[in-house]
């Protein structure tokens, strides 16, 4: 809270720069940006890291944690630290329109709600309940953004900028919506003013907009935009490291709550409207129902696949499994198959592996269980595992047939 006055500039602070704080607030109106109440540029910032404790096999999240080991004496009164100095840019939100955005767009909340009952079902929510709020995710997701965009245009590489969230209620003792983003990895003269000169307003209202507009697109894509959860106890929802992830070392929350970060994407749709648009219709479920939005885009892409010669089908069914961990994929000949089009070899944890085939099949409709009682039959006493490719669905009865034991 004491940081948070002083950045927002609540409590006087020195304006001098031979001290270990100085803050410039800018004029906000020169900025046109919605949405933000205020913007200030920190040229000197003090940063103090001390080590407390640690812990080994069992996480230990605060010194009443089981497992926690002290690193000072009962009799010491200090602890091991290091001091750097460097620079920020303090984005202060309006509190009024958070609250307006939330309300009226409840998907939102229901999102939110998911990540909320993934992290209690997770081993740190367990030890340590918390609520995840959409507030948070908002702030969250967009330092997150902004320090991807920062990096390209301040000059530092992305693991050297490091972000403090300010998200409370009045219920906490202040209602706060902030975010810092600083850099304190210079020597002990401080950084360079790279950073700062960003946040001026001939500079910061492009790359901000530059960092949203980045977001509506994932290199992951399909795969990120329709995650209803990824990553460590499924605490992703549309986010991975091609597109709202950082290093921890630059994430406050660290692996804890780095996953909570939320991001949609959707050329051309904001992101109320994508969240809404997912959470009417979840476009993984096969055979579903699919938006009338996304639809457009389902088609372009079943036309593609459609237009492809079987072998060039076979190809890409190859390369997929390349990228999805599998080693050793080959494409067998065209003619006398057998009913395999290809194989390969999957390792999990570099322990267990397995022979794996797989069968490719251009369908415009759906694949029946006999489809798949027909390829479970041609799969081979060496082969341990197959893996069923379609351009089209699967029925009900081909994903009960396909999770019966066997291969």
């Not at 003090?46 to 080590?51: G, I, P």
């Not at 002990?188 to 209202?205: I, K, N, S, Y």
């Not at 080693?327 to 003619?335: C, H, L, N, P, Y």
Request: overall charge negative; proline content about 4%; charged content about 25%.
């Amino acid at each position: 809270m004491e940081e948070y006055t002083a950045l927002s500039g609540e409590v006087g602070a020195a304006g001098s720069g031979l001290g270990d704080f100085s803050r410039e607030e800018m004029d906000i109106s020169e900025y046109d940006l919605p949405h933000i109440k205020a913007i200030s540029l920190v040229d000197k910032v003090r940063v103090v890291n001390a080590l407390i404790g640690f812990s080994r096999i069992q996480p230990a999240m605060t010194s009443n944690d089981v497992g926690f080991v002290d690193v000072r004496e009962p009799d010491t009164r200090w602890y091991p630290a290091y001091e750097v100095r460097g620079e920020g840019i303090f984005i202060e939100f309006s509190q009024e329109d958070i609250d307006g955005w939330i309300e009226a767009h409840p998907a939102v909340v229901e999102r939110a709600a998911r990540l909320n009952h993934n992290y209690a079902t997770s081993f740190i929510g367990k030890n340590h309940p918390r609520t995840i709020t959409p507030k948070f995710l908002m702030l969250h997701t967009l330092s997150h953004l902004l320090i991807s965009q920062l990096s390209f245009e301040c000059g530092y590489s992305i693991a050297s900028l490091s972000e403090r969230l300010y998200c409370a209620e009045e219920s906490d003792g202040k209602k706060m919506a902030g975010i810092f983003i600083y850099t304190a990895s210079g020597d002990a003269e401080g950084t360079f003013g790279g950073l700062v000169r960003q946040g001026r307003p001939d500079a910061f209202p492009r790359i901000l907009r530059k960092a949203i507009a980045n977001a509506k697109t994932c290199s992951n894509d399909p795969v990120c935009i329709m995650s209803r959860g990824q990553g460590r106890d499924s605490l992703n929802l549309a986010a991975c490291h091609a597109c709202g992830l950082l290093p921890e070392t630059c994430c406050e929350e660290r692996s804890a709550i780095t996953e909570h970060i939320k991001k949609t994407r959707l050329a051309g749709k904001s992101k109320a409207e994508v969240d809404k648009l997912l959470e009417d219709g979840d476009p993984t479920n096969d055979g579903g129902e699919v938006p009338e939005e996304l639809e457009p885009w389902r088609r372009s892409l079943a036309e593609v696949l459609h237009s492809m010669n079987p072998y060039a089908f076979e190809r890409l069914a190859m390369l997929l499994l390349r990228e999805c961990g599998f080693s050793q994929v080959r494409v067998t000949k065209k003619s006398g198959d057998g009913g395999i089009d290809g194989t390969g070899k999957l390792r999990i944890n570099g322990i267990f592996s397995f022979n794996v085939a797989f069968q490719c099949k251009r369908y415009t409709g759906s694949v029946s269980a006999g489809d798949i009682r027909d390829f479970r039959g041609s799969l081979t006493t060496d082969i341990e595992k197959g893996v069923f490719i379609t351009a089209g669905t699967f029925t009900r009865a081909a994903r009960e047939e396909a999770s019966n034991a066997g291969k």
